[in-house]
C-alpha cells in the first residue's frame, strides 16, 4: 500500500438539526471519498429514547432519511462516495429500513450495513445482579431503565465496510467512530497501531462537531468571514493518521490553527488520555501547522492501549419539568422581573399545598439580560428589558401543568411591564429523562455487523488493553504567581482562545495562549482554585486542570456545573456551550508592557 495514499472525509453535520445545506455542499464540492454524519449526544439519546416510548418505530435521526439520503442518494452513488453514520440512535433497525426506502425511490442500489451490539436492555438484569454502578461514584443502576447503550468504536464500522457496505448506519457509537471506521478500513490499521488511532481518533474528533472547526463558535468571531455560507470540514488524512484540514472553494469560514485548536479541546476531559473504546488518546504534543489558506496540517497525537470497558449510557424517566420565559420592560426590570417570578412559585406552592400535590424538587429563576448566568461577575445595570426565564421540576405532571396555566395571569395581575410569553398557548411539562454512565467490561458487549441479510459476528469489537488512570504521568504543580510587582490586568480573552463543552452534569474549559511568552502566565494565574472562584456561583464539585503543551493550553473540568446536565437541567446552558465566554472575562495579572499592549490593541479602530 503506497504511504502517498490520502483518504478525504467530510463532517456534515454536528448533532441533530444541523442545517441541512451542508451535506449537499460537500458531496457536490468537497471532492470527498467518504460522508460521515454525527447526530448524537447524550441529550440526543434521552430525545430518541422518549420518542421510542411512545412510537416503536422511532428513535433515529430522521434528517438523515430526509436530508442527506432523499435528496442525495444518485449524487452519492454516481460519485462513489460511502457514507458512514451514528444515526441510527436507539434504533438502527429502523433507521436502514428507511434509507433503503429511499435509495429504492431514487432508483438508486446501495448496499446498507447495521452495527448492532450497543443496546444492553437485555442485560439489564445480569449487570444489576453484578453491581455496575455510576462512573466516579457508587449510585447503582436506577430502578427503571428507558434505555442502555455502550458506545462502540470503529473496528465493527471498518468491518461493515470490508463487507462491501456502502453506507453503515450505527447506533451509539463514540462520534469520532464514524471517521475513525472508514480510516481503519483504507489503511489496514490494527488493534494495536495505537499512535495511528489515536490520529484518527483527533481527525475524528475535530470533524464530529461540523464547521465548528471553521470559524463556528471561534473565539474571535469577527475575523470569520462568511457565517451565512459557511463551509463544512473535509480532512484529507494520510496513512499515519496526520491530516489536512480544509473546506470547499467559496465558501464561508476560517480554517486556522487556532480554529482547529479550539475544537480539539471541546468536550474532553483529560488530554494526556481522551478514552474511546479503541485506543486512550494523548493529545497534549498535538501541534498545527498553517499550510495554505483554509489549510492546517494536524499532526503528533500518540496513543496508549484502550481500557478494558465500554463506557455505557443509560436513560432513565425522573419526574417532570417545566420551563417557561416571558419578556418583561421598563425601568427596574431586573428587579420586576425577580419579583414576578418569585410570586408565580409563592402562589403555585400555596395551590399545591390545598391540592397535596407536594412542593417542587427544583426552581430555577434566571433573569436573561441580567446576566444571571454570569453571578457575582454580572455588569447589568441600568437593563430596561429582560427576559425571565421560570423553570421547575416536580414529581407530577398536574403540578407543572398549574404553573403552567398561572404564567398568563401575571400580565394584568401581576408586576407592570410583562409585554409578552413566548410560545403557542401554555407551556406543557415535559417528562425528565435522566442519564447514568457506567463502565461495562467490553467481554460483555457481542458486536455484530448485519448486510444483505446476513449477520456477522465480530470476537472483539474492541481490543481489551487493560488501560487505567494510574499508568499517567502525574501533573506538575502549577507555576509560582506573577505577583503584584509591576502587574496589571486584563481580561483572560486578552492572552488566550477558549471553547467549552459538556459530559452530563461536567463541564469542560479548555484555553490555550495566543502567543509563546503567555503560556507561563496561563500556568500561573489561571489555576483550578482560580477557575474555582470565578465559578463558584455555578458548580458544586471539584475542579481539574490538564495542560497541553502541544499548542500552549490547559483544559478544565467543573464537576457538577450543570444543575444534572442534558434534559434533566433546568438551568440556562444545560450544555455548558457559554462557559468559555465567561472565563475569557476572569481579570488575570500580567506584566505592566502586556497589558498597554492589550489596551493599545483595543482602542484601534476595528
Given at each position: 500500500?503506497?504511504?502517498?495514499?490520502?483518504?478525504?472525509?467530510?463532517?456534515?453535520?454536528?448533532?441533530?438539526?444541523?442545517?441541512?445545506?451542508?451535506?449537499?455542499?460537500?458531496?457536490?464540492?468537497?471532492?470527498?471519498?467518504?460522508?460521515?454524519?454525527?447526530?448524537?449526544?447524550?441529550?440526543?439519546?434521552?430525545?430518541?429514547?422518549?420518542?421510542?416510548?411512545?412510537?416503536?418505530?422511532?428513535?433515529?435521526?430522521?434528517?438523515?432519511?430526509?436530508?442527506?439520503?432523499?435528496?442525495?442518494?444518485?449524487?452519492?452513488?454516481?460519485?462513489?462516495?460511502?457514507?458512514?453514520?451514528?444515526?441510527?440512535?436507539?434504533?438502527?433497525?429502523?433507521?436502514?429500513?428507511?434509507?433503503?426506502?429511499?435509495?429504492?425511490?431514487?432508483?438508486?442500489?446501495?448496499?446498507?450495513?447495521?452495527?448492532?451490539?450497543?443496546?444492553?436492555?437485555?442485560?439489564?438484569?445480569?449487570?444489576?445482579?453484578?453491581?455496575?454502578?455510576?462512573?466516579?461514584?457508587?449510585?447503582?443502576?436506577?430502578?427503571?431503565?428507558?434505555?442502555?447503550?455502550?458506545?462502540?468504536?470503529?473496528?465493527?464500522?471498518?468491518?461493515?465496510?470490508?463487507?462491501?457496505?456502502?453506507?453503515?448506519?450505527?447506533?451509539?457509537?463514540?462520534?469520532s467512530a464514524v471517521t475513525l471506521?472508514?480510516?481503519?478500513?483504507?489503511?489496514?490499521?490494527?488493534?494495536?497501531?495505537?499512535?495511528?488511532?489515536?490520529?484518527?481518533?483527533?481527525?475524528?474528533?475535530?470533524?464530529?462537531?461540523?464547521?465548528?472547526?471553521?470559524?463556528?463558535?471561534?473565539?474571535?468571531?469577527?475575523?470569520?468571514?462568511?457565517?451565512?455560507?459557511?463551509?463544512?470540514?473535509?480532512?484529507?488524512?494520510?496513512?499515519?493518521?496526520?491530516?489536512?484540514?480544509?473546506?470547499?472553494?467559496?465558501?464561508?469560514?476560517?480554517?486556522?490553527?487556532?480554529?482547529?485548536?479550539?475544537?480539539?479541546?471541546?468536550?474532553?476531559?483529560?488530554?494526556?488520555?481522551?478514552?474511546?473504546?479503541?485506543?486512550?488518546?494523548?493529545?497534549?504534543?498535538?501541534?498545527?501547522?498553517?499550510?495554505?489558506?483554509?489549510?492546517?496540517?494536524?499532526?503528533?497525537?500518540?496513543?496508549?492501549?484502550?481500557?478494558?470497558?465500554?463506557?455505557?449510557?443509560?436513560?432513565?424517566?425522573?419526574?417532570?419539568?417545566?420551563?417557561?420565559?416571558?419578556?418583561?420592560?421598563?425601568?427596574?426590570?431586573?428587579?420586576?422581573?425577580?419579583?414576578?417570578?418569585?410570586?408565580?412559585?409563592?402562589?403555585?406552592?400555596?395551590?399545591?399545598?390545598?391540592?397535596?400535590?407536594?412542593?417542587?424538587?427544583?426552581?430555577?429563576?434566571?433573569?436573561?439580560?441580567?446576566?444571571?448566568?454570569?453571578?457575582?461577575?454580572?455588569?447589568?445595570?441600568?437593563v430596561r428589558e429582560v427576559v425571565v426565564k421560570v423553570a421547575?421540576?416536580?414529581?407530577?405532571?398536574?403540578?407543572?401543568?398549574?404553573?403552567?396555566?398561572?404564567?398568563?395571569?401575571?400580565?394584568?395581575?401581576?408586576?407592570?411591564?410583562?409585554?409578552?410569553?413566548?410560545?403557542?398557548?401554555?407551556?406543557?411539562?415535559?417528562?425528565?429523562?435522566?442519564?447514568?454512565?457506567?463502565?461495562?467490561?467490553?467481554?460483555?458487549?457481542?458486536?455484530?455487523?448485519?448486510?444483505?441479510?446476513?449477520?456477522?459476528?465480530?470476537?472483539?469489537?474492541?481490543?481489551?488493553?487493560?488501560?487505567?488512570?494510574?499508568?499517567?504521568?502525574?501533573?506538575?504543580?502549577?507555576?509560582?504567581?506573577?505577583?503584584?510587582?509591576?502587574?496589571?490586568?486584563?481580561?483572560?480573552?486578552?492572552?488566550?482562545?477558549?471553547?467549552?463543552?459538556?459530559?452530563?452534569?461536567?463541564?469542560?474549559?479548555?484555553?490555550?495562549?495566543?502567543?509563546?511568552?503567555?503560556?507561563?502566565?496561563?500556568?500561573?494565574?489561571?489555576?483550578?482554585?482560580?477557575?474555582?472562584?470565578?465559578?463558584?456561583?455555578?458548580?458544586?464539585?471539584?475542579?481539574?486542570?490538564?495542560?497541553?503543551?502541544?499548542?500552549?493550553?490547559?483544559?478544565?473540568?467543573?464537576?457538577?456545573?450543570?444543575?444534572?446536565?442534558?434534559?434533566?437541567?433546568?438551568?440556562?446552558?444545560?450544555?455548558?456551550?457559554?462557559?468559555?465566554?465567561?472565563?475569557?472575562?476572569?481579570?488575570?495579572?500580567?506584566?505592566?508592557?502586556?497589558?498597554?499592549?492589550?489596551?493599545?490593541?483595543?482602542?484601534?479602530?476595528?
Amino acid at each position: 500500500m503506497s504511504s502517498a495514499k490520502t483518504i478525504r472525509i467530510g463532517g456534515s453535520s454536528a448533532f441533530w438539526g444541523d442545517t441541512e445545506t451542508a451535506p449537499g455542499q460537500l458531496v457536490r464540492h468537497g471532492r470527498i471519498d467518504y460522508l460521515v454524519n454525527d447526530y448524537l449526544a447524550e441529550v440526543t439519546m434521552s430525545i430518541m429514547a422518549a420518542q421510542k416510548l411512545k412510537n416503536p418505530q422511532a428513535g433515529y435521526a430522521v434528517d438523515f432519511v430526509t436530508a442527506v439520503m432523499t435528496p442525495l442518494a444518485r449524487e452519492i452513488a454516481d460519485r462513489g462516495i460511502k457514507v458512514v453514520t451514528n444515526a441510527g440512535g436507539v434504533n438502527p433497525q429502523a433507521c436502514a429500513e428507511a434509507v433503503r426506502k429511499a435509495c429504492e425511490a431514487q432508483g438508486v442500489k446501495l448496499k446498507v450495513a447495521v452495527v448492532s451490539g450497543d443496546d444492553l436492555m437485555a442485560k439489564v438484569p445480569e449487570l444489576r445482579a453484578a453491581g455496575v454502578t455510576e462512573m466516579g461514584g457508587d449510585a447503582p443502576l436506577p430502578a427503571k431503565i428507558v434505555s442502555m447503550n455502550a458506545y462502540l468504536g470503529g473496528f465493527p464500522i471498518a468491518r461493515a465496510l470490508a463487507e462491501g457496505a456502502d453506507i453503515v448506519i450505527t447506533g451509539r457509537c463514540v462520534d469520532s467512530a464514524v471517521t475513525l471506521g472508514p480510516l481503519i478500513h483504507e489503511f489496514g490499521w490494527t488493534m494495536e497501531d495505537y499512535d495511528k488511532l489515536s490520529a484518527g481518533t483527533l481527525a475524528g474528533h475535530i470533524l464530529e462537531c461540523g464547521a465548528q472547526c471553521n470559524g463556528g463558535n471561534f473565539t474571535d468571531w469577527k475575523l470569520v468571514p462568511g457565517y451565512d455560507d459557511i463551509g463544512f470540514p473535509v480532512a484529507e488524512v494520510s496513512a499515519d493518521g496526520s491530516f489536512v484540514l480544509s473546506k470547499p472553494d467559496d465558501t464561508g469560514g476560517l480554517i486556522t490553527p487556532a480554529t482547529v485548536a479550539e475544537q480539539m479541546l471541546y468536550e474532553i476531559g483529560d488530554p494526556r488520555a481522551y478514552l474511546v473504546p479503541d485506543v486512550a488518546c494523548d493529545f497534549t504534543g498535538v501541534r498545527y501547522e498553517q499550510v495554505g489558506k483554509d489549510l492546517v496540517r494536524v499532526s503528533g497525537a500518540r496513543g496508549r492501549p484502550p481500557s478494558d470497558f465500554y463506557k455505557t449510557s443509560t436513560t432513565w424517566p425522573d419526574g417532570f419539568k417545566l420551563s417557561a420565559i416571558f419578556m418583561l420592560s421598563g425601568r427596574d426590570a431586573v428587579a420586576k422581573g425577580r419579583h414576578s417570578a418569585d410570586m408565580m412559585i409563592k402562589k403555585t406552592r400555596r395551590m399545591f399545598r390545598e391540592k397535596n400535590l407536594g412542593d417542587y424538587r427544583e426552581v430555577s429563576i434566571e433573569i436573561i439580560g441580567g446576566e444571571d448566568t454570569y453571578g457575582p461577575h454580572s455588569r447589568a445595570l441600568d437593563v430596561r428589558e429582560v427576559v425571565v426565564k421560570v423553570a421547575a421540576r416536580h414529581d407530577q405532571k398536574e403540578a407543572l401543568a398549574l404553573l403552567g396555566r398561572e404564567i398568563a395571569p401575571m400580565a394584568t395581575g401581576g408586576v407592570v411591564g410583562m409585554s409578552g410569553s413566548f410560545g403557542a398557548g401554555r407551556v406543557a411539562p415535559q417528562p425528565v429523562i435522566r442519564m447514568f454512565s457506567c463502565l461495562v467490561p467490553k467481554t460483555e458487549v457481542p458486536v455484530s455487523v448485519e448486510i444483505d441479510g446476513t449477520t456477522i459476528a465480530m470476537e472483539a469489537g474492541a481490543k481489551s488493553g487493560g488501560f487505567t488512570d494510574a499508568s499517567l504521568p502525574v501533573e506538575a504543580p502549577s507555576l509560582p504567581s506573577t505577583g503584584d510587582a509591576g502587574t496589571d490586568t486584563v481580561p483572560l480573552i486578552a492572552l488566550a482562545y477558549g471553547r467549552s463543552g459538556d459530559k452530563g452534569d461536567t463541564a469542560n474549559i479548555g484555553i490555550f495562549a495566543r502567543k509563546p511568552e503567555y503560556v507561563a502566565i496561563l500556568d500561573a494565574e489561571v489555576t483550578e482554585a482560580a477557575m474555582a472562584a470565578w465559578f463558584a456561583h455555578r458548580i458544586k464539585g471539584t475542579v481539574s486542570r490538564w495542560r497541553l503543551p502541544g499548542i500552549g493550553g490547559f483544559n478544565f473540568l467543573l464537576r457538577e456545573a450543570l444543575g444534572g446536565g442534558g434534559m434533566a437541567s433546568i438551568k440556562a446552558d444545560p450544555l455548558a456551550k457559554a462557559f468559555a465566554q465567561m472565563a475569557l472575562d476572569m481579570p488575570v495579572r500580567v506584566p505592566a508592557a502586556i497589558a498597554w499592549e492589550w489596551r493599545e490593541a483595543e482602542a484601534r479602530p476595528a
